[in-house]
């Protein structure tokens, strides 16, 4: 990853430190340099089942992750980019057990040692997609099996609940951004049972600045066979964002499912002629067939029982009855044409989007912001000496002008996880400008000349710093003091 200008000042930090602080503090600072050379650390927790290690494969763009039930879909597994393919297990001593990726390039389902003795699968592989993102798969609840058709119980229960396991916990902890993967619509005391999950973790981890949800496997809400699920998943999905806007940036909507088979080019011609004869077949026979899974592998028909399986595990039902919607209109479509087309279909055009805003352009926020954050920790816990040396490094980058943003995100992350309350329109005026640096979003104008622009942002500081004067709780003053500063920074920048 490209290193930002605040990565790249608390590294030097860093390295500067590393001459100064005592052993114990070394090590800590020595950790935070090597993280910040990393890329983006994301976990991605929820229930079990939930279609986690399924949204890892899309990510990585490699069908890596086992979705069956495995020993190994019980350990925390981390996938970071490595020159060679190779996949190390840890046990809890910190040994390393090398393992080969099995037949069929994903990691075995038995390990070499016991899942009770492994901490960690560490995972490298040469693939570019991770240059960037550094992706932590978790298995997140010690509960066992929970059926996704089963949806009523489900529904009662919270999607992430306090038995979190320790080693999942530990590597939500360690993450600078969290994915948060759901299956059913999100309920009030749902929202409790995330924030206790967010609260395992440290400080800046978790807050709507750096996490993000999704609401997966919308193709299960299809109102019937066949029919479109999204006019429903839309406004689920915006009702969730609502419910858990004090815990996640934004919920957005995918078919997993369809994005791995997609992104990890799953879907092989052989699949596609098989789909192209099912469409030939006519209307009455495919209605039946369609009907259920049942009915799809048990009906008579063209295509052997084994491939009718194969469409299964890789599309569901609503992904073979998008492709072969698409084969009626046009029998010639290619493969490949047919996996741009389920990719779109499956959401993950939104969450690309998504993820470059909030982790590929607040990486570098988040970064600094959680090495600060663990070098204030440290302060905290080390021996005195090490404290001033600790703090006053840390006081030094957050009083420079241009790492103003810093505390801004701090300030955002208070309002935002309603901390300190603060009415909607503030609310929103502080997260944007603690997000972007497009002077047009931060103000809410629209392509307005440089001196209107600059206009408004004295007007604006000027408006928070009045409501920091007067009316303001203590708190809500604080943050409006930050947000007055970075007002004021901004009318200078566009002076
Ligand atoms: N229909 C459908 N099934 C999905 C989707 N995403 C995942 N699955 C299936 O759900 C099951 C559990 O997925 P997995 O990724 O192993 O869940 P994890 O336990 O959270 O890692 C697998 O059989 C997946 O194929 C989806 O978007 N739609
Ligand atoms: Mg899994």
Redesign the pocket.
Known sequence: MVAGQLTTSVAGMCEDLTGKVSDSSRTVVEDVAARLAQPLRVAVA??????????VNALIGRRV????AGEC?RVVTQFRYGPADRIDVIDRTGAKHPVPLDAGGMIPTSLPIPADDAQLIDVQLSSDRLRDLTVV?T??LQSVNTD?SDAARQMLKAPIAEDVDDDSREAVAGAEAIIY?FTQQVRGDDVEALEAFANASQQLSSSPMNSLALY?????LAPGPGQDPWPVAGPIAADQAGVLKRAVCDVVP?????A?TAEAGLLTAADCEALRTLAGLDEEKRALMLASADLFTSTDGPVEVGQRRRLL?RL?L?GIHFALAHLQTNPHIATGELVRLLFAASGFPRLRTTLHQIFGVRADVIKAGWALSRLDAAAASGPPADRDLLRGAVESVVARPEYHRLPLLEAAAQVTTGRVPLPEQMEAEVARLALTDDANVVLGLEEAPRPQQRRAAIEAAARWRAFANGGATPAQARVANVVHRGFHLLAQRLG
């Open positions: 929820g229930r079990l089942k939930a279609g986690k290690s399924t949204l992750a086992p979705t069956a879909t798969d298995p997140g996704i993967v997966n496997k919308v193709d299960k995918v078919v997993g499912l369809l791995e595990e569901d609503y």
